[in-house]
């Protein structure tokens, strides 16, 4: 790995949301005590990085998505689609 990718692969370790495992230790028992190693994020990231530009470019924060926020060629929501199915 590149010296910036193994900084990052570090980070990702010491907040225990990357764990890594050679094939030769991908005994069942072993793997599961690996997943018990890792812990889900606490927060969506994209969420994190979506205030920080707003704040950033000082746009108004209302937490949700509309049709006029939204970015054209934007994928439907879950909740979107969803209710197209009707």
Known sequence: F????AAYRQYLI?????R???VAELA????LEALGEIRPLAVNHLDVLA???AAHLR???TGKVTDAT???GCAPTWREHN????
Do not use: C, I
């Not at 590149?2 to 990718?5: I, N, Q, R």
């Not at 209710?83 to 009707?86: H, I, L, V």
């Open 83 to 86: 209710a197209r199915k009707g």
């Open 14 to 18: 010491e907040n225990h949301w990357y």
């Open 70 to 72: 939204k970015p054209r």
């Open 20 to 22: 890594s495992l050679a």
């Open 51 to 53: 205030r920080k530009l």
């Open 28 to 31: 069942p028992a072993r793997l």
């Open 59 to 61: 746009l108004p924060n």
């Open 2 to 5: 590149k010296a910036d990718e």
